[in-house]
C-alpha cells in the first residue's frame, strides 16, 4: 500500500481520497481552504454525497485518512483543484489553480514519486504546465526522475462512490513507465477497464466527451425552438427520434451548467480556435437558453414587470446541491431584469419557506431542475394559492394530467402544440 497525497478535496479529490483509504492506502488531504480541512479533521465533509460522509469519517477513524495544509512527502501525489475559465465571450482556460498546486508538490517530491493530474485540463497541460513546474521547483526530470500521468475523472455527482469504482477510465503518461505506474494506483480500487495512452491524448478523450455532450444538448435546445416555432412538441419527436437504433439525441432545458460541460468545450476551442466553429456555435446555443426561458415566461404572463414568479431549481442540475455556473441563476436574473418579483426555491439546498409559502400570490412557476422532489409536488395544494394558474416546465418533469386537473395551464420548453399534451403519447408525462 502506498502513501498517498491528494491536493484538491473538493467534489472529485475528496471522494477519491476516501477511496484510496478504504483501499488500504494511507491518504493525506491537502486544502487551501481551511473549512475542508477542519471538516476533515473531524472525519466530516461540507460535500453533500450520498455515502461520502460515512467513507471519510471510516477513513479518518482509521487513521489512514488525515487533513493538511500543505502536501507531504509520499509515493504518489493526485492533483484535483479546479480548472476554470476565464473571459466573456471567448473563454480561457484558467491554469493558476493546477499551478499553484504543482508548485506546492515540487519541494517534497523525491526520485521515483509518481504526480498525477486528475483536474480537466486543455490538452498538454500535463507535460507543458505541470511538468516544468515539478521539474524546476524538484531538480528532477517527468518521466527520468519523476512519473507524470494524467486520468481524468468521469464520475457523476450523486453517483460518485459507484462510478470512482466502477466506471472505465483513461490514463495518459508522458512515458510508458508513467503510465503503467499510475495504473497500478488506481488497480487498487478500480474495477472498471483502465486503458493507457499519452497525456495529451487523455486531456483531449476527456474533454471530447464533455464537447459531445455539449454539442449534442445544443442540437438539442435547438431543436427545442424549432419544434416551438413549428408547432410541434419536441420531446415527442426526440422521443420518436430516439426510436432510430443508431440516434441519440439528449434533452432539451434552460442552458447547460456545472464546472465541467458548460467549460471544457472551451478548452478545445482554445487549443484550436480555427478549427472549432462548431463547437463554439453549440456553446452559443446553450447560453442562450436562460434568455429563451425568460421570453418563454413573458410569452406565457404577456409581460414580466411587476409578475410575481416562483423559480423551482437552482442548481446546475437534478439532484444534486451544487449551485456553480448553474444556468437556473441567470434565467433568474433575466426574469428579475425585466421587473419580475422572483422567489427562488431549490429542494436540494437550505430554504427558509417550502415551496407553498413562497406560491402565495405568484403569477406563474417556473420549472428550472427536474428534482425528484418537485415530483411530489401537489398541484391541488397549490392552486388555491396563486394568483395566477401558470406553470412553465423547462424540462418535461411535471406531471401534465396532474397539473392540468389541478387548473393549471402547463406550458413546456420547446412544446408548441396549443393542446395539453395527450397522455400515454410521447415523452412520459
Ligand atoms: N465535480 C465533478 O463532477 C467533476 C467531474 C469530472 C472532472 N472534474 C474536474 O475535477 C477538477 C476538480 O473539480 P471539483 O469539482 O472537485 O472542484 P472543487 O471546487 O469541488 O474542489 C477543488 C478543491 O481544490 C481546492 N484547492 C484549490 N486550489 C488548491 C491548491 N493550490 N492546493 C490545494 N487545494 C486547492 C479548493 O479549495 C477546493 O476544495 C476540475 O478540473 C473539474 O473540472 C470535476
Given at each position: 500500500m502506498a502513501r498517498v497525497c491528494v491536493v484538491g478535496l473538493g467534489y472529485v479529490g475528496l471522494p477519491i481520497a476516501a477511496v484510496l483509504s478504504s483501499a488500504g492506502h494511507s491518504v493525506i488531504g491537502v486544502d487551501t481552504n481551511p473549512r475542508v480541512l477542519e471538516a476533515l479533521a473531524r472525519g466530516c465533509t461540507i460535500i453533500r454525497e450520498p455515502g461520502l460522509d460515512t467513507l471519510v469519517a471510516q477513513g479518518v477513524a482509521s487513521g489512514r485518512l488525515v487533513a493538511c495544509a500543505r502536501?507531504?512527502?509520499?509515493?504518489a501525489f493526485i492533483l484535483a483543484v479546479p480548472t476554470p475559465v476565464r473571459g466573456l465571450a471567448n473563454k480561457r482556460a484558467d491554469l493558476r489553480f493546477v499551478a499553484a498546486a504543482a508548485e506546492s508538490v515540487a519541494p517534497v517530491l523525491k526520485r521515483g514519486n509518481l504526480v498525477i493530474l486528475e483536474s480537466t485540463s486543455p490538452p498538454g497541460t500535463t507535460a507543458e504546465v505541470v511538468g516544468p513546474i515539478l521539474e524546476r521547483g524538484s531538480g528532477l526530470q517527468a518521466g527520468q526522475g519523476f512519473l507524470l500521468a494524467h486520468c481524468p475523472e468521469r464520475i457523476l455527482p450523486g453517483n460518485v462512490l459507484h462510478e470512482l469504482v466502477h466506471n472505465d477510465r483513461v490514463i495518459g503518461g508522458?512515458?510508458?513507465?508513467s503510465a503503467e505506474t499510475a495504473r497500478d494506483l488506481y488497480a487498487s480500487f478500480v474495477q472498471g477497464e483502465?486503458?493507457?495512452?499519452?497525456?495529451?491524448?487523455?486531456?483531449?478523450?476527456?474533454l471530447m466527451e464533455n464537447t459531445y455532450r455539449d454539442v449534442n444538448i445544443a442540437l438539442a435546445n435547438e431543436f427545442a425552438l424549432v419544434a416551438r416555432h413549428l408547432g410541434v412538441n419536441a420531446w415527442e419527436a426526440i422521443e420518436l427520434a430516439n426510436r432510430h437504433p443508431?440516434?441519440?439525441?439528449?434533452?432539451?432545458g434552460p442552458g447547460v451548467g456545472g464546472h465541467c460541460i458548460a467549460v471544457d468545450p472551451w478548452f478545445v476551442v482554445g487549443a484550436a480556435p480555427r478549427f472549432t466553429p462548431l463547437i463554439t456555435a453549440s456553446r452559443a446555443v446553450n447560453d442562450a437558453m436562460p434568455l429563451h426561458v425568460a421570453d418563454l415566461v413573458a410569452d406565457v404572463l404577456?409581460?414580466?414587470?411587476?409578475?410575481?414568479?416562483?423559480t423551482l431549481g437552482m442548481t446546475y442540475k437534478a439532484n444534486v446541491d451544487d449551485t456553480r455556473e448553474s444556468p437556473a441563476a441567470e434565467v433568474v436574473e433575466h426574469l428579475q431584469h425585466?421587473?419580475?418579483?422572483?422567489?427562488?426555491?431549490d429542494a436540494m439546498v437550505a430554504a427558509d419557506l417550502s415551496v407553498e409559502e413562497l406560491a402565495v400570490g405568484a403569477d406563474c412557476l417556473v420549472l428550472l431542475v427536474d428534482h425528484q422532489a418537485y415530483a411530489d409536488l401537489d398541484p391541488s395544494m397549490l392552486a388555491p394559492l396563486v394568483r395566477r394558474l401558470e406553470v412553465v416546465d423547462t424540462r418535461n418533469f411535471l406531471s401534465v394530467e396532474r397539473w392540468t386537473e389541478a387548473g393549471f395551464r402547463l406550458t413546456r420548453l420547446g412544446d408548441g402544440r396549443r393542446r395539453a399534451a395527450i397522455p400515454g403519447v410521447g415523452a412520459p408525462a
Open positions: 502536501p507531504q512527502p509520499a509515493e508522458v512515458d510508458r513507465a483502465v486503458f493507457l495512452t499519452d497525456a495529451t491524448t487523455a486531456e483531449l478523450v476527456k443508431r440516434v441519440q439525441i439528449l434533452r432539451p404577456g409581460g414580466l414587470a411587476g409578475r410575481r414568479i416562483v425585466a421587473g419580475a418579483e422572483v422567489r427562488l426555491h
